[in-house]
């Protein structure tokens, strides 16, 4: 990297610098599953499509205390727009500049093989040095580990997975982030279940004779089936005679994968599907839209942040990677929070790291009944008095 802050040519990727330039804006939501409530993330996107919208080249005017503090994020495949993981990362790293006048930089990488790559291209940069460099999601992992190796003087954040050397131990200049994303699963799961028993209408969605639900996921691979795990034990806490199908899109940015999957699963008589597909998610709320049926949404209140899709977002598992991100960058910059680099941190129900939040148009119609039972099975999984499996058996 240059000293403006430029890179070589020959990588391919979207470039954004953040200054001091306007606030981030805040929504009320509708009401959690016993939560607090907390900044909601809004992609820049087109919410119709769920890709990311051209980004322009820019320099903003940095606030004059915090002018040699700068953060590299380097996001998830997918990249910003999803109005889901991505977006919620990129809602701290706007959270911290607003906030302390920082600077930071994004970095969409359109392959896996590119992520190492811009990851060291910002813990190299001189003339100015980057603070901190943060990997956005579990395929960041084991870029993060080499370059933290190269790197021992950087600051690394890595979150949805571990950094450590080649014996395990982990790294002294990374923290590590991970969610107990199985545990809010299982609150949407509670709720999905609950709902499919009972004859349901609210916005333009309504449930069927049938006991069924779905899930859609992205990419088969061990945190996406945290999420299933979790969501299939929430709907047999409600009725084991609940029938729950699901399959996977192979990725977080096809849309239109995610709208065939969902249909299918709606013409077979599925009330509610629920997605931790990222971008693929927005053909999941098409499908819903289209079929009369109910979706659930993942990582941001999607009922806020993709609002043409409130009529059928019962609910969304909000994941706070937001939190994560911004407190990481509040430690180094004034010290509030403690920046726990060689530790891993994990964010569950307890820790505020996930939650479930009613969908802002369907929230006030679920019966309160309904909603009595999910702050009770939230309380008993803070208690430890309900184990949610990680896995799938």
């Known amino acids: 990297m240059s000293g403006d802050g430029t890179r070589p040519s020959s990588v391919s990727r979207r470039r954004l610098l953040g200054g001091a330039a306007s606030a981030l804006g805040t929504a009320t939501l509708a009401g959690c599953f016993g939560g607090d409530d907390s900044d909601s993330a809004a992609g820049d996107a087109d919410p119709t499509t769920g890709t990311a919208t051209e980004t322009t080249r820019r320099t903003t005017t940095e606030r004059p205390q915090n002018t040699d503090a700068r953060v590299g994020m380097v996001y998830a495949l997918g990249g910003l727009g999803d109005n889901s993981f991505n977006d919620m990362a990129h809602a701290g790293a706007k959270k911290a500049r607003d906030r302390f006048g920082i600077n930071f930089e994004n970095a969409e990488p359109s392959s896996a093989e590119e992520i190492p790559t811009l990851q060291r291209e910002f813990a190299a940069a001189q003339s100015p040095e980057t603070d901190l460099v943060c990997g956005i999601g579990f395929a960041q992992a084991s870029g993060i580990a080499s370059n933290a190796m190269a790197f021992p003087d950087q600051q ?53 004779d049938d006991l069924a639900v779905g899930f859609v996921g992205g990419v088969d691979v061990p945190l996406i089936r945290k999420f299933e795990a979790g969501f299939r034990a929430g709907v047999a ?157």
Request: hydrophobic share 40%.
């Open 156 to 208: 690394f954040l890595l979150v949805d997975g571990t950094a450590t050397d080649e014996s395990g131990a982990l790294l002294p200049n990374v923290a590590s982030y991970v969610f107990e994303e199985h545990q809010g699963s299982f609150q949407v799961g509670h709720l999905a279940g609950l709902v499919t028993q009972r004859e349901f209408s609210a916005g333009t969605g309504a449930t069927t």
């Open 237 to 393: 806490r409600a009725s084991e005679a609940i029938e729950v199908r699901s399959a996977y899109a192979d990725s977080f940015a096809d849309p239109d994968a995610g709208e065939r999957l969902a249909g299918e699963m709606y013409a077979d008589g599925v009330d509610i599907v629920y997605h931790a597909a990222g971008g693929t998610g927005i053909g999941v709320f098409r499908a819903a839209q289209d079929a009369g049926r109910f979706a659930i949404g993942v990582d941001n209140d999607q009922s806020l942040s993709v609002p043409e899709y409130s009529d059928v977002i019962l609910a969304s598992m909000v994941k706070h990677v937001d939190k994560a991100v911004f407190r990481s960058i509040a430690s180094l910059v004034d010290r509030k929070f403690r920046f726990r680099v060689g530790t891993v941190n994990a964010l569950g129900l307890l820790e505020g790291g996930v939650r479930a939040t009613y969908g802002t148009d369907i929230g006030p119609a679920i019966p309160d009944d309904v909603t009595a039972q999910l702050d009770a099975s939230r309380r008993a999984v803070i208690k430890n008095e309900i184990e949610v499996p990680s896995t799938l058996s």
